[in-house]
């Protein structure tokens, strides 16, 4: 939320260090060269899930030889999540501080939060979106409404008749006050089969050089979570009898 494709550019090289081809999605409202959010500009959850399956859609286009893997930071592992239960999933899913960020689930911090939530709609109906300082701002009014109602609510703006049946790997973050481990593990039961499911956690103590378990700031050394992610996958590659020499990651 709020984040622009460039940075996770240490995220994708690292990937590239790996053999993967790797690349970030861009962001509606948060590109360089993307019209902001505002009363004339404005989207939703639907509209960034359609951005990243049209990103699927085209990894397997470029590659059809190639396993195609999602990865959803945050607010990006909702949207996958919305793809990985619909009709066309990626190839498996990797999950990093994504949780369902219902407000039940933050004990010293679900009040704050339900009264954040609570002011968008008044604050986008006066302004047509959610400008700063709010959080997740400049943010589009539909998709900050939705994100709110999911905090009020607990469920997420997408229907789920089936939960993801593809590998999925959700790498916890120690210490990340936004994903706590209750909407984290919230989340990942509404939209994965356990049988795919593998968590990981990423403690402070594994962190390289310079390293951090941080919400966002973990995406500046990311050596330790990629290689994590890159033998889980061969895990996968292994006990399905397949092979991983050419694998994609993209990442929303």
């Given at each position: 939320m709020a984040v622009p494709s460039k940075f996770y550019a240490p995220l994708v090289a690292a990937f590239d260090e790996h053999g993967w081809h790797a690349r970030a999605l861009?962001?509606?409202?948060?590109?360089?060269?993307?019209?902001?959010?505002?009363?004339?500009?404005?989207?939703?959850?639907?509209?960034?899930?359609?951005?990243?399956?049209?990103?699927?859609?085209?990894?397997?286009?470029?590659?059809?030889?190639?396993?195609?893997?999602?990865?959803?930071?945050?607010?990006?592992?909702?949207?996958?999540?919305?793809?990985?239960?619909?009709?066309?999933?990626?190839d498996g899913l990797v999950l990093v501080g994504s949780s369902l960020p219902h407000m039940v689930h933050y004990r010293k911090t679900g009040i704050g939060l339900g009264v954040?939530?609570?002011?968008?709609?008044?604050?986008?109906?006066?302004?047509?979106?959610?400008p700063k300082p709010w959080f997740g701002a400049p943010g589009a009014r539909t998709l900050m409404s939705e994100w709110g109602r999911m905090v009020w609510d607990g469920t997420p703006p997408y229907e789920i008749e089936q939960r993801a049946q593809k590998p999925t790997l959700a790498v916890h973050l120690a210490g990340d006050s936004f994903s706590v481990p209750a909407a984290a593990r919230r989340f990942e039961r509404m939209i994965v089969e356990p049988h795919a499911l593998t968590r990981w956690r990423y403690t402070r103590g594994l962190t390289p050089p310079g390293g951090s378990t941080h919400h966002v700031f973990w995406v500046r050394h990311p050596d330790r979570v990629v290689k994590q992610i890159v033998d889980w996958w061969s895990d996968q590659a292994n006990a399905s009898g397949g092979g991983q020499e050419h694998t994609k990651l993209r990442s929303p």
């Open positions: 861009t962001r509606r409202g948060f590109e360089p060269d993307a019209p902001k959010a505002s009363r004339e500009h404005d989207w939703s959850f639907a509209d960034e899930i359609a951005d990243t399956q049209a990103a699927v859609d085209a990894a397997r286009a470029d590659r059809p030889e190639s396993p195609v893997v999602l990865l959803g930071h945050s607010l990006g592992g909702q949207l996958s999540g919305g793809v990985q239960v619909g009709p066309r999933p990626a954040m939530a609570a002011t968008i709609p008044i604050v986008t109906r006066v302004l047509g979106h959610v």
